[in-house]
């Protein structure tokens, strides 16, 4: 099986959890995506009714449109019944790295105040301990001096031999812009960084951080798909 079709069967299962008239949250990336055509799929058949979905970016907003999933805000629905999204990491107690879709801020608002928070993966995806892919953990900052906070955000994670990177798009070379008009700096870890609330907290105490992406003690649940199938595991 591809890792696509792992991703697939993953946002399958997890759109098994959608009932009819619920609010739902709508994740980014390219797992979210087949739960987005799944659940376009559903409605198209009559299977689904009465669905409004969140969309946690302008790329989910435009394919969920184009499906025909009624969409509305936070400002409309507070309060979700469900939100489906994937994750860049996965830790052995269900914290995640999110963001390196570039829609953190936006995830985490979205997924933030749902009854239920699926998390939909393949078994890539699963780690020891978060940063230990050794791929980005995504912090997005206000644009104004980056320089500056980049460098505030290497050094609180020396230790761990932390490298900051501003993510650039690859087109141009210019700095990535987020949803929010903001800069995303990708920090690199070469050991486990301990604490993640406190390290999550040292992050936003700086004062040009937005949000950073380790979404702790938020998934409710996790659906894995590796080659020996597929496992739902809840918090
Ligand atoms: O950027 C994001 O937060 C995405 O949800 C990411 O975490 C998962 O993207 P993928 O499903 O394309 O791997």
Not at 19 to 40: N, P, Y
Request: net charge negative; aromatic share 6%; with cysteine.
């Amino acid at each position: 099986l591809t890792q696509d079709e792992l991703k697939k069967i993953a946002a399958y299962k997890a759109v098994e959890f959608v009932e009819s008239g619920m609010v739902l949250g709508l994740g980014t990336g390219s797992t979210a995506k087949h739960a987005i055509d799944r659940i376009g799929e559903l409605l198209r058949q009559g299977k689904l009714s009465n669905i409004i979905g969140i969309p946690t970016s302008t790329q989910t907003h435009n394919q969920a449109s184009s499906l025909g999933i009624p969409l509305s805000d936070l400002d409309t629905h507070p309060v979700l019944d469900l939100a489906i999204d994937g994750a860049d990491e996965v830790d052995p107690d269900m914290n995640l790295v999110k963001g390196r879709g570039g829609s953190l801020l936006r995830e985490k608002m979205i997924e933030g105040c749902c009854k239920k928070f699926v998390v939909i993966v393949d078994e890539s995806k699963l780690v020891d301990y978060v940063g230990g892919s050794g791929l980005a953990m995504p912090v997005e900052i206000v644009p104004f001096c980056w320089k500056f906070t980049a460098q505030k955000l290497q050094s609180l994670f020396e230790e761990a031999g932390c490298v900051a990177k501003l993510r650039v798009s690859p087109e141009n070379g210019k700095p990535y812009v987020t949803d929010n008009g903001n800069f995303i700096i990708d920090l690199y870890f070469k050991k486990d960084i301990g604490d993640l609330k406190a390290a999550g907290d040292a992050i936003l105490r700086l004062a040009g951080v937005v949000e950073h992406g380790m979404f702790i003690d938020m998934a409710t649940t996790l659906i894995v798909a590796g080659e020996l199938g597929v496992r739902v595991r809840n918090k």
